[in-house]
T-cell receptor, first 118, second 118 residues
Framework: GAVVSQHPSWVICKSGTSVKIECRSL??????MFWYRQFPKQSLMLMAT?????????EQGVEKDKFLINHASLTLSTLTVTSAHPEDSSFYICSAGPLYSGASYEQYFGPGTRLTVT | AQKITQTQPGMFVQEKEAVTLDCTYDTSDQSYGLFWYKQPSSGEMIFLIY??????QNATEGRYSLNFQKARKSANLVISASQLGDSAMYFC???????????????FGAGTRLAVHP
């Protein structure tokens, strides 16, 4: 159990276009979903926290108008990169939770989406 | 502010030997959780082990154990009997005290790249 999917797994788009990435919890309901960005050989940086039915909370330095997050249901959150530029090329990972695993409330990660903007 | 420090950018170990990956943390919270994740080249984040701040015993999960020294604020990961498949990036992460809704975000360290040699 506790499977999180992301779609697409990779995407190439042209500069100036918008790209939508989906994050789904397949076998549990996720009241909270997190979006991370990871540049090559770097750590995961939290971009925003989204709670179902409410506005996302963005981390300092993340442009909310550029990275639109929607968490319309307990199993789906979307991240839209608007007017993408080459510097937005990165690995985007979502996680969903909470789910009590027996030791703590866990969040489960999706497989990630690799975005390349040309 | 919470902070996770991993001072080893890369580590090498011979197959079947044990290896320790260092992690120190800083927090003013009394209640917190510490996690280790493995990230292979595919990019997925694989949960390895969890240690709660009030847990008196060190956490163990198969070949993984967490050497938790609360006074020193360290949470080192020990991998016993290393296998070739253990070659990956390893991230230490911390979650702060329970926020409204019983959940909080993860802060990640910079990561350690482990290479297991035959």
């Amino acid at each position: 159990g506790a499977v999180v999917s992301q779609h697409p797994s990779w995407v190439i788009c042209k500069s100036g276009t918008s790209v939508k990435i989906e994050c789904r919890s397949l076998d549990f309901q996720a009241t909270t979903m997190f979006w991370y960005r990871q540049f090559p050989k770097q750590s995961l940086m939290l971009m925003a926290t989204s709670n179902e039915g409410s506005k996302a909370t963005y981390e300092q330095g993340v442009e909310k108008d550029k990275f639109l997050i929607n968490h319309a249901s307990l199993t789906l959150s979307t991240l839209t990169v608007t007017s993408a530029h080459p510097e937005d090329s990165s690995f985007y990972i979502c996680s969903a939770g909470p789910l009590y695993s027996g030791a703590s409330y866990e969040q489960y990660f999706g497989p990630g989406t690799r975005l390349t903007v040309t | 502010a919470q902070k996770i420090t991993q001072t080893q950018p890369g580590m090498f170990v011979q197959e079947k030997e044990a290896v320790t990956l260092d992690c120190t943390y800083d927090t003013s919270d009394q209640s917190y959780g510490l996690f280790w994740y493995k990230q292979p080249s595919s990019g997925e984040m694989i949960f390895l082990i969890y240690q709660g701040s009030y847990d008196e015993q060190n956490a163990t999960e198969g070949r993984y154990s967490l050497n938790f020294q609360k006074a020193r604020k360290s949470a080192n990961l020990v991998i016993s009997a290393s296998q070739l498949g253990d070659s990956a990036m390893y991230f230490c992460a911390m979650r702060g005290g329970l926020a409204r809704g019983g959940y909080n975000k993860l802060i990640f360290g910079a990561g350690t790249r482990l290479a297991v040699h035959p």
